[in-house]
């Protein structure tokens, strides 16, 4: 496990580190913050963000004493981006943060997840139960739900009819770059609250989207999701888990989270009535508020971090 630097993606006043890290067969970046014997706290990001969609919780929940690694999955930022589709499945995905977890030297970690970082994490609380000791949800159905969702009626199914578009080769890619990525920061901008993205939050993210194999590995993720879809042998998660959810969120129905949670053998649910699926910028404080009465306090007094 190395370290490096790199001005030009961290934040200013946060005491945070970039790492990249082997696991998986691939080679991923990570920010990584908080006393390192403090309890291992994994932020997962979707799509189309990177680490930077947690960057507001990094610093409350390092100076809260705990290990905050977020990594830039596969496919995204300044992580490996291996060709084919195939590269992308969840079963894959899930074993980068095993690896993740094993390289940090640690047999658990609390796992939290927004967007596809939920899928990922609901992923490892039924495959990987043993190496989680609390799992976050925010704003993705379990996969079971968000299947019984789709089959049930057609709400859902045009809410996520994007999917399908991005199932197209190529032609994705190059229409999102268009216009230096008008379409995904239009995209951002039209389905949060209004002045949720700053400049910066928008310049940081489209520096992340320009990074050479970017564009079509984010889009893989869609691609993989349709091409190799898995349901659990077991749809119960036995890891206490946390749903957290922005009730106005327009690509995901929220009777998703409720029914989510049943399928939890420790299972509580938080709705946010005024966040969209962007909570996490939204509603910063809250989040780190529901994480930190959510999680176990950490066992010995917290560093002191920038």
């Not at 200013?12 to 706290?41: C, K, M, W, Y």
């Not at 690694?69 to 496919?75: F, H, K, S």
Request: charged share 20%.
């Amino acid at each position: 496990m190395g370290s490096t630097l790199d001005a030009t993606v961290l934040p200013e006043s946060v005491g945070a580190e970039s790492v990249f890290i082997d696991t998986n067969g691939v080679r991923l970046h990570t920010v990584q913050a908080g006393p390192e014997d403090g309890p291992l706290v994994v932020l997962l990001h979707g799509f189309p963000e990177c680490w930077y969609g947690w960057h507001r919780q990094l610093g409350p929940l390092a100076k809260a004493g705990y290990r905050v690694v977020i990594p830039d999955q596969r496919g995204y930022n300044l992580s490996d981006k291996p060709a084919g589709v195939a590269s992308y499945r969840l079963d894959e995905l899930a074993a980068d943060i095993v690896g993740l977890i094993d390289a940090c030297g640690r047999e658990q970690a609390i796992v939290a997840g927004h967007d596809w970082g939920a899928a990922v994490a609901w992923w490892l609380g039924l495959e990987y139960p043993d190496r989680l000791s609390r799992l976050c949800i925010v704003n993705v159905p379990h996969p079971t739900v968000f299947e019984e969702t789709l089959r049930e009626g057609w709400s859902q199914r045009l809410k996520s009819a994007y999917f399908l578009w991005f199932q197209l080769s190529i032609l994705p890619e190059l229409t999102t770059q268009l216009g230096d990525w008008w379409i995904a920061r239009r995209a951002l901008e039209s389905t949060s609250r209004p002045g949720t993205f700053s400049r910066t939050d928008l310049e940081r993210y489209q520096l992340a989207w320009s990074r050479p194999g970017a564009a079509t590995g984010m889009i893989n993720w869609y691609r993989a999701a349709v091409r190799h879809r898995r349901q659990p042998v077991d749809p119960r998660v036995s890891v206490p888990t946390l749903v957290l959810w922005g009730a106005r969120d327009q690509f995901l129905q929220p009777s998703m989270a409720r029914d989510s949670r049943n399928y939890c053998e420790e299972g509580e649910l938080r709705l946010v009535e005024e966040a969209s699926h962007w909570i996490l910028h939204e509603e910063s404080a809250v989040v780190v508020e529901a994480l930190l009465e959510f999680l176990p306090e950490p066992p010995v007094a917290p560093s002191t971090h920038g």
